[in-house]
T-cell receptor, first 117, second 111 residues
């Protein structure tokens, strides 16, 4: 009965490859997010989707393309992977969307550790 | 852009001691959040604060929303081994804006 799940947990790949990370939430939330956590544990938002529509895009390179087939899923596809893409990527979800209820809080998945060689 | 300064960066304390950490912002926030991240896991929300001056407890944890709306602190009383982890403050300046995270405080405990 995992609330927010991500696959894979670990991803090791060569520079230049294309890879995808999948995220699913069974909380019935309207909004989903992708965060990147670097080696210093700094956590920064990348994207936010509300009911399958993009609402936040934080100057992330075009090589990163999120896709939300339905409001329970938000996948992240990365093209032409670079060394600097190595990080832990967290998916999160929350109730409330662009109107942003003041009690909005986010539930995080377990993370996907991406290593680019 | 907005920045959150969290201190200390790390703490190494004796079991049973009280812990205090804080966060300051360059801008006014209307929501302050405190998360804990265990190794290999995602952050988990501990306490959410919505009003200046608000003091909220969650078991041995107490957090306050600063009067200036630019700071918050988290206290942990009588620390135990399972308190080990990284604590993040986070804030948002409006109900529709993104959440900004602090750089984290790594807590380690001597048994």
């Amino acid at each position: 009965d995992t609330a927010v799940s991500q696959t894979p947990k670990y991803l090791v790949t060569q520079m230049g490859n294309d890879k995808s990370i999948k995220c699913e939430q069974n909380l019935g939330h309207d909004t989903m997010y992708w965060y990147k956590q670097d080696s210093k544990k700094f956590l920064k938002i990348m994207f936010s989707y509300n009911n399958k529509e993009l609402i936040i895009n934080e100057t992330v390179p075009n090589r990163f393309s999120p896709k939300s087939p339905d409001k329970a899923h938000l996948n992240l596809h990365i093209n032409s992977l670079e060394l600097g893409d190595s990080a832990v990527y967290f998916c999160a979800s929350s109730q409330g969307g662009t109107s942003g209820a003041i009690t909005d809080t986010q539930y995080f998945g377990p993370g996907t550790r991406l290593t680019v060689l | 852009g907005q920045q959150l300064n969290q201190s200390p960066q790390s703490m190494f304390i004796q079991e049973g001691e009280d812990v205090s950490m804080n966060c300051t912002s360059s801008s006014i926030f209307n929501t302050w959040l405190w998360y804990k991240q265990d190794p290999g896991e995602g952050p988990v929300l501990l306490i959410a604060l919505y009003k200046a001056g608000e003091l909220t407890s969650n078991g041995r944890l107490t957090a306050q929303f600063g009067i200036t709306r630019k700071d918050s602190f988290l206290n942990i009383s009588a620390s135990i081994p399972s308190d080990v982890g990284i604590y993040f403050c986070a804030g948002r300046y409006s109900s529709a804006s993104k959440i900004i995270f602090g750089s984290g405080t790594r807590l380690s405990i001597r048994p």
